[in-house]
């Protein structure tokens, strides 16, 4: 199972009637309700990282992944532009992304 595949198979489920698909349910409760339940699970990855529940974090994980496929459909983001943005992201590396930020005139460092 790739993201293309999970993503691929939630645009099939949107369609679905919200009684038979709880992508459907969620997409039709609309983008605030799918991302605060992205920011449940992502909550609920964080506590398993830091209490090193290993087998919680693979769940959580995947329920943080999906759900953030869910987001994305809902804001109408293409799942094809954050692949192209992380790719773009290979040229450098996150450190030196990240310096060269902070001297940017007129931004926020951190
Ligand atoms: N990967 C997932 C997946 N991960 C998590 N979840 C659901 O996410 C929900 C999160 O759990 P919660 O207890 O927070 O849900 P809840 O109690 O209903 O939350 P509220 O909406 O009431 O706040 C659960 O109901 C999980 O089943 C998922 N639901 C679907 N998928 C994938 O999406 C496909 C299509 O699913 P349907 O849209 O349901 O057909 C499935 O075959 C899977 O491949």
Redo the contacts with the bound molecule.
Sequence with gaps: MTLDD?DA??AL??A?APE???????LS?GIE?CA??LG??ATEAVIAAVTANKPELVKES??V???LLVVLRAAGVPLADVMAELDARTAQSGLAEKAARQYQPGQDQG
Excluded: I, M, V, W
């Design positions: 999970l198979r939630l489920r949107a679905a038979d698909s709880y992508t459907a349910k969620l409760r309700k605060q339940k449940e699970e995947a329920d992944l999906y759900h």
